[in-house]
């Protein structure tokens, strides 16, 4: 039974702190792809 919660203690919190993070990240890159759509729409209307 101690090694079953040695592995989940080793597997299960890399990957939980893998899934928070990749949460994170996405939402940054959904900012980001917005921003950079939007400067292009900016950028084509000046030039």
Do not use: C, H, W
């Amino acid at each position: 039974m101690e090694d079953i919660y040695a592995q989940v203690a080793n597997l299960g919190f890399p990957i939980a702190v893998s899934i928070y993070l990749l949460v994170r990240i996405e939402g940054k890159l959904n900012k980001l792809t917005e921003s950079i759509n939007e400067l292009s729409r900016v950028l084509s209307k000046v030039v």
